[in-house]
């Protein structure tokens, strides 16, 4: 199950979009779709999404800027961008502006399902880490202060 993970998936091909919806959402992942760059921003800007696809192509804009974009805003969110034009140097520029993977189309499902669920994995792992620290932290931080407090009753 997707543990309700939020995924936006950004193609303006409408059958690609209800596609890839419909078998995320069986998944038990919830899902949002763009058909567009602006589209996909507005979204983004209102609602938190673990994991976007992103077509290299889209109407508005190349899917390589709409990358950059959420690298800026949401560093955290797992990138994945697909095509239907494989190139070296697209793939390259995708990486350089933060994708997590690089997908061909038409798209092997049971393939994108495992790379989804990989990187959702490590993206927990990630959080559950940071949050350990952001206690551990705490804790050191809480010590120090009572340590102070007596130091400063006693004087």
Known sequence: ????????????DESIRKT???????????VDTAE????????SDCS???????????PDM??????????????KMVKIILTGFPALQNAIEAVNKGA???????VNIDHLLSVIAQHLRKQKEARK???????????????ELDQEKHVTQGK
Do not use: C, W
């Open 1 to 12: 199950m997707g543990e309700h993970a939020r995924i936006l998936v950004v193609d303006d």
């Open 20 to 30: 890839i919806s419909s078998i995320l959402e069986e998944k038990g992942y919830i």
């Open 36 to 43: 567009n760059g602006r589209e996909a921003i507005e979204k």
């Open 48 to 58: 938190f999404y673990n994991l976007v696809l992103v077509d290299i192509r889209l």
């Open 62 to 75: 190349e899917g390589t800027k709409l990358l950059s974009r959420f690298r800026e805003t949401t560093p």
């Open 100 to 106: 997590d993977a690089y997908m061909l189309k038409p």
């Open 129 to 143: 880490f940071s949050e350990q620290k952001v206690a551990e932290f705490i804790e050191t931080r809480v010590q």
